[in-house]
């Protein structure tokens, strides 16, 4: 076994090689030694995890934005020093203050946002993918991880599109590069195409047919939070002889949690000739619950589908996917660098992967999610998402039950708007406010019905129906100040 190298870049060994003198290079993260060189820095790196989780105490860390910056200011500077301080205090300083300096989403109190605790076995997975740092832009860079995407990408897009010629997915940074590649292929299928999006949309929408180029988009009402079918049928007979037509509905909206009406949805555009994106960034992965699949009916009948399992997959940043029925869909995507997939390579049999992403350098981000399919299976799976569903579920009998709270509505998925009885938007926002300053809890805000709503977006299977009853305390506590 060949002997690791020791020095600054290792967690032992001195700073000067005592025979010759000179600083021996720091070690690599792949290779044969690799492992070796990573086991003793993964030591002080989770000493750091730690000690950071403790002195931060909670969700948040506490005294706001200022506060925050000087902590981090005071731990790195000088950013670019003249003489290093070694892998050990490097890790050791940074790894603490940026865990202290956390929004930690594996806190029970931490639920503004689709922002997902990551399961550890998905965190390890992450480690090996960032030490080989394979890039899925040729062959010859990542080859076992281009087969593993491959196999990946198509028995998700599977679960997707069922019935599909030839389920196919492409790995994306997530739900905004997913939506964007959806309208770009759509455009590329007609030449041009003109976008209509619910008012409840996620922003990503809009700004795509802006980057595209395309016709502006429409907008369709949606004045319960989801898609209104009149004015969807009104709209399409408006347009109707004016160009090939995209209708995007949402599985899971940003601020509610609520699913268009997917099949009705799908009925209109079949009425109409026009084509349908889904993005159920949020709601897609109900696909692996029993319980909740039912609420994505129609899922399978839309051109391409939007999917991130970095909200209710449980994955590190990023894994997202765009799901399509048929790989051919993929076709406009194709593209040449003679240095990456040249003909002869092709011909010769070697796989194409450029044409996979608009992207060229790219993770491998397909490893994190193979291995959490491996290990806990879709019931495995299921039983996250069922958690989670019912943790909402918890929430929202606990605010309905209590005089000084109003409930919105029960929740579709996970999400939860609620509010103090009484209470002003004004009100609201500053105690929002006042508690992530305070570090004590981290919830975000909708507007919905004209009012201003405290939004509570759970995705911690762990978490309990005390901690729940601790954060309705904390408010009730924090309304009488």
Same mark, same amino acid.
């Given at each position: 076994?060949?002997?690791?190298?020791?020095? #600054?870049?290792?967690?032992?060994?001195?700073?000067?090689?005592?025979?010759?003198?000179?600083?021996?290079?720091?070690?690599?993260?792949?290779?044969?030694?690799?492992?070796?060189?990573?086991?003793? %820095?993964?030591?002080?790196?989770?000493?750091?995890?730690?000690?950071?989780?403790?002195?931060? =105490?909670?969700?948040?860390?506490?005294?706001?934005?200022?506060?925050?910056?000087?902590?981090?200011?005071?731990?790195?500077?000088?950013?670019?020093?003249?003489?290093?301080?070694?892998? /050990?205090?490097? %890790?050791?300083?940074?790894?603490?203050?940026?865990?202290?300096?956390?929004?930690?989403?594996?806190? #029970?109190?931490?639920?503004?946002?689709?922002?997902?605790?990551?399961?550890?076995?998905?965190?390890?997975?992450?480690?090996?993918?960032?030490?080989?740092?394979?890039?899925?832009?040729? @062959?010859?860079?990542?080859?076992?991880?281009?087969?593993?995407?491959?196999?990946?990408?198509?028995?998700?897009?599977?679960?997707?599109?069922?019935?599909? #010629?030839?389920?196919?997915?492409?790995?994306?940074?997530?739900?905004?590069?997913?939506?964007?590649?959806?309208?770009?292929?759509?455009? /590329?299928?007609?030449?041009?195409?003109?976008?209509?999006?619910?008012?409840?949309?996620?922003?990503?929408?809009?700004?795509?047919?802006?980057?595209?180029?395309?016709?502006?988009?429409?907008?369709?009402?949606?004045?319960?939070?989801?898609?209104?079918?009149?004015?969807?049928?009104?709209?399409?007979?408006?347009?109707?002889?004016?160009?090939?037509?995209?209708?995007?509905?949402?599985?899971?909206?940003?601020?509610?949690?609520?699913?268009?009406?997917?099949?009705?949805?799908?009925?209109?555009?079949?009425?109409? $000739?026009?084509?349908?994106?889904?993005?159920?960034?949020? =709601?897609?992965?109900?696909?692996?619950?029993?319980?909740?699949?039912?609420?994505?009916? =129609?899922?399978?009948?839309?051109?391409?589908?939007?999917?991130? %399992?970095?909200?209710?997959? @449980?994955?590190?940043?990023?894994?997202?996917?765009?799901?399509?029925?048929?790989?051919?869909?993929?076709?406009?995507?194709?593209?040449?660098?003679?240095?990456?997939?040249?003909?002869?390579?092709?011909?010769?049999?070697?796989?194409?992967?450029? $044409?996979?992403?608009?992207?060229?350098?790219?993770?491998?981000? !397909?490893?994190?999610?193979?291995?959490?399919?491996?290990?806990? $299976?879709?019931?495995?799976? $299921?039983?996250?998402?069922?958690?989670?569903?019912?943790?909402? =579920?918890?929430?929202?009998?606990?605010?309905?039950?209590?005089?000084?709270?109003?409930?919105?509505?029960?929740?579709? !998925?996970?999400?939860?708007?609620?509010?103090?009885?009484?209470?002003?938007?004004?009100?609201?926002?500053?105690?929002?406010?006042?508690?992530?300053?305070?570090?004590?809890?981290?919830?975000?805000?909708?507007?919905?019905?004209?009012?201003?709503?405290?939004?509570?977006?759970?995705?911690?299977?762990?978490?309990?129906?005390?901690?729940?009853?601790?954060?309705?305390?904390?408010?009730?506590?924090?309304?009488?100040?």
């Amino acid at each position: 076994m060949r002997t690791p190298p020791t020095g #600054p870049g290792t967690a032992t060994g001195p700073a000067t090689d005592a025979r010759t003198g000179t600083t021996p290079l720091p070690p690599l993260a792949g290779g044969a030694d690799g492992s070796a060189a990573l086991r003793p %820095l993964l030591a002080v790196v989770l000493d750091a995890l730690s000690e950071g989780a403790a002195a931060r =105490g909670g969700p948040m860390p506490t005294g706001g934005p200022e506060a925050v910056a000087a902590r981090v200011r005071n731990a790195v500077e000088p950013v670019l020093p003249d003489t290093g301080v070694g892998a /050990e205090t490097a %890790l050791r300083t940074l790894v603490r203050t940026f865990t202290e300096g956390a929004a930690d989403p594996a806190e #029970p109190l931490c639920v503004a946002h689709l922002h997902c605790p990551p399961l550890a076995l998905a965190t390890a997975a992450d480690l090996a993918a960032s030490a080989l740092n394979p890039s899925m832009d040729s @062959w010859d860079q990542a080859p076992a991880a281009s087969e593993l995407e491959a196999l990946l990408t198509r028995a998700l897009a599977a679960e997707v599109h069922p019935h599909g #010629p030839a389920p196919d997915a492409l790995v994306t940074t997530g739900g905004t590069e997913s939506n964007q590649l959806a309208l770009l292929l759509a455009r /590329e299928r007609h030449g041009s195409v003109r976008v209509l999006y619910g008012a409840n949309a996620h922003h990503s929408i809009p700004r795509a047919a802006w980057l595209l180029g395309l016709p502006d988009p429409v907008t369709v009402p949606a004045p319960a939070g989801v898609i209104d079918l009149a004015a969807l049928d009104e709209a399409l007979n408006d347009l109707h002889g004016h160009g090939p037509l995209l209708v995007t509905a949402t599985a899971g909206t940003t601020d509610t949690g609520l699913i268009d009406p997917l099949p009705e949805i799908a009925d209109l555009c079949a009425a109409h $000739g026009a084509e349908l994106h889904i993005d159920a960034a949020y =709601g897609g992965p109900l696909l692996f619950s029993n319980t909740h699949r039912d609420k994505l009916r =129609g899922l399978d009948r839309a051109q391409s589908v939007t999917l991130d %399992l970095h909200k209710l997959g @449980w994955q590190p940043v990023a894994a997202g996917l765009l799901a399509v029925p048929d790989t051919t869909a993929l076709a406009p995507l194709a593209h040449r660098a003679e240095y990456l997939n040249p003909d002869d390579d092709t011909e010769a049999g070697l796989p194409d992967l450029l $044409g996979r992403s608009l992207r060229t350098t790219r993770r491998p981000d !397909i490893l994190k999610a193979a291995a959490t399919l491996k290990a806990l $299976g879709r019931s495995g799976l $299921g039983e996250l998402l069922d958690r989670t569903c019912a943790a909402a =579920g918890h929430l929202a009998d606990l605010v309905d039950a209590h005089p000084g709270f109003e409930l919105y509505d029960r929740p579709t !998925i996970s999400t939860v708007l609620f509010r103090p009885t009484d209470a002003t938007d004004d009100c609201l926002a500053e105690l929002r406010r006042t508690l992530l300053t305070e570090g004590r809890a981290v919830l975000g805000r909708a507007r919905a019905d004209g009012r201003l709503w405290l939004k509570a977006t759970l995705l911690n299977p762990h978490t309990t129906r005390s901690d729940l009853e601790t954060l309705l305390e904390l408010l009730e506590g924090s309304t009488r100040r």
